[in-house]
């Protein structure tokens, strides 16, 4: 079943280490959510297949009115064959999710929040400039769960020069505390151009300190773990049969369309990527154009997909797959390519397949790309 995702690109502030497309200024929202009403029509015949996730990223879609998610949710159901157990989810900030707006949601068919929540630790927040503060990160959860909503995810940050090991040991024991099935968590990057990248290069914050970062990313596995999460991919945590759908069905692959300035969507054989200006998105969309680029997949482009998002996995690298769907010169030399990687033991094999170990989730961009090919390494 295909997927749809679809990007609301406003914030009501810029959190400092953030290089997603969002703008701060809001006075044109009504319009985008035409906008985006007006994209879903036009893309309603891109896939034969019924919809068995829809996923609202940003941004932030809590931000949206009850009259714009009524709006996109009726021209999803009119235009669109959902399946009737599909995961629809919401990234929520804390701070929107108060009990009138929790109330209001249950009033449509989202089943699932994912909840910016970054840090329980004020200080942290503040140093991020994040909407939102400690006390919110922790009672939106528990207010989502005394509402009913159970399947919550939250985001997490680790790897910053304000996160001492205890802190980051109280935030994972939080998230524990407090229940949910579903947690993701991501090292913390200087992305270029944003307010974290300018204030390193003037010397007034330290750089991100990669060791930390590791010891992090290894001590947070380690908790989880214990804690019954389920490693399903290097970032993302699940409890049993939890695992998020939408981001599931991105790694293996599985099509969906693109909706909202800079979304991207994959149907198997091309990506196409909206255009990351949100006037100009709108001010085609109003006239029911489309403001996509579409990059046809070269069989290595798949080849080198199916590699980076893969191998991310619990599920890893399946050789059989790799022989029938590229052929044998890819499968030749995917064997090539994997044997010092075997060697020092970044890579396990079971089988036909191939995963990261422990240790060797910390290099899997490294590996990923040492396994990459060009249409020159396919024999005719
Ligand atoms: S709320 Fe999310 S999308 Fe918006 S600025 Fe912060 S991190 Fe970026």
Known sequence: MAGIYIHIPFCKKACHYCDF????????????????????ILKKNRFNDSIGSIY?????????????????????????????????TIEANPDDLDNQRITMFRQFPVNRFSIGVQSFFEEDLIWMNRAHNASEAESSIKRAQDKGFENLTIDLIYGYPLLSDKKWRSNLNKAIELNIPHLSAYAMTVEAKTAMAHAIKLGKQPNID???????????????????????????????????????????????????????????????????????????????????????????????????????????????????????????????????????????????????????????????????????????
């Open 56 to 88: 609202f990223g940003g941004g932030t879609p809590s931000l949206l009115s009850e009259t714009a998610f009524g709006k996109i949710f009726n021209t999803i159901f009119k235009n669109y064959t959902v399946n009737s157990n599909s995961e629809i």
């Open 210 to 380: 990669d060791e930390q970062s590791a010891q992090q990313f290894l001590f947070m596995v380690n908790t989880l773990q214990k804690a019954n999460f389920e490693q399903y991919e290097i970032s993302n945590f699940a409890k049993e049969g939890k695992y998020a759908v939408h981001n599931t069905n991105y790694w293996k692959g599985i099509p969906f369309l693109g909706i909202g300035p800079s979304a991207h969507g994959y149907d198997g054989k091309s990506r196409q990527y909206n255009i990351s200006n949100n006037p100009i998105y709108i001010k085609n969309l109003l006239q029911n154009k489309l403001a996509e680029t579409i990059e046809i997949l070269s069989l290595a482009d798949q080849f080198n997909e199916y590699i980076m998002t893969q191998l991310r996995t619990m599920w890893g690298l399946d050789l059989l797959y790799i022989e029938q769907k590229f052929g044998l010169s890819a499968k030749k030399h995917f064997i090539n390519n994997i044997q010092k990687h075997l060697k020092n033991e970044n890579l396990v094999q079971e089988n036909n397949n191939f995963y990261l170990s422990a240790n060797g989730k910390l290099y899997a961009d490294r590996v990923a790309s040492d396994l990459f090919l060009e249409m020159e390494d396919f024999e005719n």
């Open 21 to 40: 497309h969002f703008s701060t200024t809001l006075n044109n929202m009504d319009e985008m959510v035409q906008a985006i009403c007006n994209e879903l």
